[in-house]
């Protein structure tokens, strides 16, 4: 089982600034790398996939790079809405399809 | 436009049984793959079992031997069908589709509660 780890758990930002959260595979996973945002009562929604194609609609403010264990979800000028849980998804090998434990962006 | 509806959540005692279904409108199931993922209350997200390709099903640890993944082609319906629930069954569950070949979920419902408790 490929076990993916997200850093840091929790991340507090300002309103306009950048965020970098990361995400750490326990083997490569080539770039079959997906991140999602959940905010809270709502189901989950995909933001990218292949490690830094953006699902459709998804503002180019968030971009994503990295590929083998190593990969970074980048949010430039965050904006309110912005604040949310992020996971990031392995399916390179599966299964199991494993996700991340999450990182919680708040305001800061 | 995609829809996926969740359905059949609800409280139920330990060792009981429950059957999830998902509704869906504008996607074919017969040709497409569906998942479905779990949050505990408060915790992150889990891969519980995928229905893929022409008939291949798989499961979590955690769920094999006692959840059953299920498809209706004719009604376009994706089922979950959960035997001897356990406490850490307790959950949001999401019904997931994905129209590509790749595991990763362009599509999510709005997921339907399970409780399990005496």
């Known amino acids: 089982e490929i076990v993916m780890t997200q850093s840091p758990g929790t991340l507090s930002v300002s309103p306009g600034e950048r965020a970098t959260l990361s995400c750490r595979a326990s083997?490569?996973?080539?770039?079959?790398l997906a991140w999602y945002q959940q905010k809270p009562g709502q189901a989950p929604r995909l933001l990218i996939s292949?490690?830094?194609t953006r699902a459709t609609g998804v503002p180019a403010r968030f971009s994503g790079s990295g590929s083998g264990t190593e990969f970074t979800l980048t949010i430039s000028s965050l904006q309110s809405e912005d604040f949310a849980f992020y996971y990031c998804?392995?399916?390179?090998?599966?299964?199991?399809?494993?996700f991340g434990q999450g990182t919680r962006l708040e305001i800061k | 436009e995609v829809q996926l509806v969740e359905s059949g959540g609800g409280l139920i005692q330990p060792g009981g049984s429950l059957r999830l279904s998902c509704t869906t409108s504008?996607?074919?199931?017969?040709?497409?793959?569906l998942i479905w993922v779990r949050q505990a209350p408060g915790k992150g997200l889990e891969w519980v079992s995928v229905f893929y390709g022409g008939g291949s099903t798989y499961y979590a640890d955690s769920v094999k031997g006692r959840f059953t993944i299920s498809r209706d082609n004719s009604n376009n319906m994706l089922y979950l069908q959960m035997n001897n629930l356990r406490a850490e069954d307790t959950a949001v569950y999401y019904c997931v589709g994905t129209v590509t070949t790749a595991m990763y979920f362009d599509y999510w419902g709005q997921g339907t509660l399970v409780t399990v408790s005496s």
């Open positions: 504008d996607f074919t199931v017969s040709s497409n793959y």
């Open positions: 292949g490690a830094s």
């Open positions: 998804q392995q399916y390179s090998n599966w299964p199991p399809i494993t």
């Open positions: 083997q490569s996973v080539r770039s079959d």
